[in-house]
């Protein structure tokens, strides 16, 4: 057996509507199927999903259910992405050279809206 990529993630969310404006509107995320019936969004990122779930409460404490999320920015430019999450408010995080899936990269850290890690890279 060999893993090839990440399917999607889920990550819990204390508001689906605000998370869905963060994601899709901030982020530029695409809006894929809303299930108002189990409180869960699926969000196209290229061909991978991230689900938002509510209508269950948060994990208290650091970390909650996850560390961070990864996510490639297409053409990043750490000065534009910068200036795009500032417009939106986004408080930004270090950013620096790190090693992932796809070699080193520039990438900055955020949180979205309910305190889940974030890491733009490119």
């Not at 999607?8 to 019936?37: P, Q, T």
């Not at 909650?64 to 995080?93: P, S, Y």
């Not at 899936?101 to 979205?112: E, N, P, V």
Request: aromatic content about 6%; hydrophobic content about 40%.
């Amino acid at each position: 057996m060999e893993i090839s990529g990440i399917d999607h993630v889920v990550v819990r969310v204390a508001d689906l509507g605000r998370a869905i404006h963060f994601y899709c509107e901030v982020l530029g995320c695409k809006l894929e199927w809303r299930r108002d019936d189990l409180a869960l969004a699926h969000l196209r990122v290229g061909k991978l999903f991230i689900d938002l779930l509510a209508g269950q409460p948060l994990p208290e404490g650091p970390g909650r259910n996850m560390d961070h999320l990864c996510l490639t920015v297409r053409d990043f430019d750490l000065a534009q992405v910068r200036d795009h999450l500032k417009q939106h408010g986004v408080e930004i995080g270090t950013a620096g050279e790190r090693f992932g899936a796809s070699g080193w990269g520039q990438s900055l850290y955020i949180t979205d809206p309910d305190g889940n890690g974030l890491e733009l890279r490119g």
